[in-house]
C-alpha cells in the first residue's frame, strides 16, 4: 500500500473515531468501556507513521501528520486523565450530608433546613 493511501486511511481513522468520541462527550454519554477508542487512535497514529516512513506526498502527509497528533494527543491527555475509582459519599436512599450553599437569590440556604419532609435534591452538571 502506498504510504498516500496509508497516510489518507489513517487520518479517516482518528477523524471517524474523534468525532464519534466528541458527539459522545457532548450528549454526556462517555461509555464506561474506552479500550476500543483508544485503540483506534493508536492504530491511526501507527498508520500515520507507516505513511511518513513510505513517503506519502503532500495531501498524503497531510493527513498523515494529522493522525499522528490529534491520535497521539488524544492517547497522551486519556492516559494522564483519569481519577481515582472510589465509593460514592452518599448512597442512594441513604442520609446526605448537611451543607450550607447560595440559593438562585445569592441567600444562604442549608439543606438542614428540609429535616423531616421529604424533597428532591438535584445537581446540574455543566456542559463547556
Not at 488524544?74 to 483519569?82: E, N, P
Amino acid at each position: 500500500m502506498s504510504g498516500g493511501v496509508l497516510g489518507w486511511l489513517a487520518g479517516a481513522v482518528v477523524l471517524a473515531t474523534g468525532i464519534v468520541w466528541f458527539r459522545l462527550v457532548k450528549a454526556v454519554r462517555i461509555p464506561r468501556a474506552r479500550a476500543p477508542y483508544i485503540a483506534l487512535m493508536g492504530v491511526g497514529v501507527a498508520l500515520g507513521l507507516a505513511a511518513v516512513v513510505q513517503g506519502p506526498g503532500i495531501w498524503g502527509g497531510l493527513a498523515a501528520w494529522f493522525a499522528i497528533l490529534a491520535g497521539g494527543m488524544f492517547v497522551a491527555l486519556r492516559a494522564q486523565s483519569g481519577q481515582a475509582k472510589t465509593p460514592p459519599s452518599v448512597k442512594l436512599g441513604g442520609p446526605i450530608l448537611d451543607f450550607v450553599a447560595a440559593d438562585d437569590q445569592g441567600n444562604p440556604f442549608q439543606l438542614a433546613s428540609l429535616s423531616g419532609r421529604p424533597f428532591l435534591l438535584k445537581f446540574f452538571r455543566g456542559h463547556w
